[in-house]
Nanobody, 125 residues
């Protein structure tokens, strides 16, 4: 049974930093692409970042501010978030088993079947 457990969310002031983590079990972690999504109140869930093999990809709105990484020994993927803005406020979800794609001139991550429960990130102005 696949389990993804996020942690590390919280409240931070604009301009601050936060790191969220996702611990995975029940999957062959090191061969799976992993992604982070977020969902703000009243909005659709959107893809934020993904990592597959040695490649990382980001949605334009977080490029240069967020960094995704993984520790295969710990079966954990991280999302380091810097220079946070109030518009980054959302529930952040970890996803496993998806795949990278290239659509309309940009890289995307198509979600896999496995989701975590989410962790709240709130950025105050």
């Amino acid at each position: 049974q696949v389990q993804l457990v996020e942690s590390g969310g919280g409240l931070v002031q604009a301009g601050g930093s936060l790191r969220v983590s996702c611990a995975a079990s029940g999957i062959t972690f090191n061969v799976n692409a992993m992604g982070w999504f977020r969902q703000a109140p009243g909005k659709e869930r959107e893809w934020v970042a993904a990592i597959s093999g040695g490649y990382t990809r980001y949605v334009d709105s977080v490029k240069g501010r967020f960094a995704i990484s993984r520790d295969n020994a710990k079966n954990t993927v991280y999302l380091q978030m810097n220079s946070l803005k109030p518009e980054d406020t959302a529930v952040y979800y970890c996803n496993a088993g998806g795949g990278m794609g290239y659509e309309s001139g940009r890289y995307v991550y198509n979600a896999g079947a496995h989701w975590g429960q989410g962790t709240q990130v709130t950025v105050s102005s």
